[in-house]
């Protein structure tokens, strides 16, 4: 599997666009989390989120009101209690359809006001960065479970949300194929951690 993150890794190094799946674990090592957090995603892209342990959603937000479901928002994946060491995940798909920033949180008791949300091409500069994004939903303070009634079946159609969503589906893969990318993106994660130790 890491093989595999390497070779796509390799492939976008070439500049090589086209889209792609990008893997998001939600809820590694027990924490309220998604991994990694901040996406840069092309048209078409494919983001997979695998629910790996702990009771999450993928919700969408807008940047300005975090933390509560956009009313014309598509991507609402349900609550989906996982539990990797039983064998039991989860996964579902958002297709991002342009290039506008997309923010994500959990909607399960107060995770998003702990910092649990997500941005897709969030502009790295300026005053919609992630960081502020992920510091509006802490300032939100009150828990705002989500009410939604959007299933997840949405069908793809663009509005003005830039992603669509398609059906939860139960995993197929075998605990120790999704332990790998879990592994595999912890490796990426201690490398990061790493990285920024070094540039702080
Ligand atoms: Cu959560």
């Not at 494919?46 to 956009?70: E, I, M, R, W, Y």
């Not at 802490?138 to 949405?154: E, K, L, P, R």
Request: glycine share 8%.
């Amino acid at each position: 599997m890491f093989s595999c993150l390497l070779a796509a890794t390799a492939l976008v190094a070439a500049s090589v666009v086209s889209a792609e799946t990008q893997q998001i674990v939600v809820g590694m090592n027990m924490t309220r989390s998604y991994t990694p957090n901040t996406i840069t995603a092309n048209v078409g892209d494919v983001l997979n989120f695998t629910f790996v342990a702990g009771n999450h959603s993928v919700s969408q937000s807008s940047f300005s009101n975090p933390c509560k479901d956009l009313s014309n928002g598509t991507v609402f994946s349900g609550y989906m209690p996982a539990n990797i060491t039983a064998g039991k995940t989860s996964s579902y798909q958002v297709t991002i359809n342009d290039t506008n920033p997309v923010w994500i949180y959990c909607a399960q008791g107060n995770h998003c006001q702990l910092g649990m949300v997500l941005s897709v091409n969030a502009p790295t500069s300026g005053n919609m960065t992630f960081s502020a994004f992920q510091g509006a939903a802490n300032a939100t303070g009150a828990n705002t479970t989500s009410t939604s009634s959007m299933s997840a079946s949405g069908t793809g159609g663009a509005g003005a949300s830039g992603a669509s969503a398609s059906a939860a589906t139960s995993s197929k893969a075998s605990a120790a194929d999704v332990r790998s990318v879990v592994s595999a993106f912890g490796f990426i994660g201690t490398v990061l951690t790493a990285a920024f130790a070094v540039m702080l």
